[in-house]
């Protein structure tokens, strides 16, 4: 069954540092989404990415952070100057096609800024 | 704005028991759709089940069903025949058609299966 892939599945940054989180959404799908989770908190939409542009950001989705689709396959969230609080899981998303159709998660990736 | 709202933090089951997970959401529009997603101890985001709102017939998914109570705006998740592997946290979200392309989470229910 296809699935999303994410990379890297933990990573740990120091303060300030820059982090590029990696995504491979589901080949046939249109529709590109990053949300995220502190821990013990519940899954927050971060932007939503469609035909080469965002279609729609959140207030959390502010100038620290961009998406880009390098290639036709993969999906990034770069997070600039990190900070303690965007310790997290970030999880990239994909649908088939716009509002209503399934969004399939990938696994995740880890965020720990020290 | 739409908003989700899982009043039951946690919840307790035993193996081959059936639970309830309750479910409100809040918006102004007619066409949506509503989602359960598993979270499991991997932290991994699984569908369970989806509902199109626009029908009245309640969505089933082997041992998972749903009460879906359009005017009352309500979407519960009934698992039957509980099992371990079912202990996981359950978040209800729900998907506008209009408002753009944002899944919006409610908090969560774990629940914790015993044998």
């Known amino acids: 069954e296809p699935e999303v892939t994410q990379t890297p599945s933990h990573q740990v940054t120091q303060m300030g540092q820059e982090v590029i989180l990696r995504c491979v959404p589901i080949?046939?799908?249109?529709?590109f989404y990053w949300y995220r989770q502190i821990l013990g908190q519940k899954v927050e939409f971060l932007v939503s990415f469609y035909n080469n542009e965002i279609s729609e950001k959140s207030e959390i989705f502010d100038d620290q952070f961009s998406v880009e689709r390098p290639d036709g396959s993969n999906f990034t969230l770069k997070i600039r100057s990190t900070k303690l609080e965007d310790s997290a899981m970030y999880f990239c998303?994909?649908?088939?096609?716009?509002?209503?159709?399934?969004?399939?998660f990938g696994e995740g990736s880890w965020l720990t800024v020290v | 704005a739409q908003t989700v709202t899982q009043s039951q933090p946690e919840m307790s089951v035993q193996e081959a028991e059936t639970v309830t997970l309750s479910c409100t959401y809040d918006?102004?529009?007619?066409?949506?759709?509503l989602f359960w997603y598993k979270q499991p101890p991997s932290r991994q985001m699984i569908l369970v089940i989806r509902q199109e709102a626009y029908k009245q017939q309640n969505a089933t998914e082997n041992r998972f069903s749903v009460n879906f109570q359009k005017a009352a705006k309500s979407f519960s998740l009934k698992i039957s025949d509980s099992q371990l592997g079912d202990t996981a946290m359950y978040f209800c979200?729900?998907?506008?058609?209009?408002?753009?392309?944002?899944?919006?989470f409610g908090k969560g229910t774990t629940l914790s299966v015993s044998s």
């Open positions: 979200a729900f998907h506008s058609q209009q408002a753009g392309t944002a899944l919006i």
């Open positions: 998303a994909s649908s088939e096609s716009g509002p209503g159709n399934t969004i399939y």
């Open positions: 080949s046939n799908h249109l529709y």
């Open positions: 918006t102004s529009e007619n066409n949506y759709y």
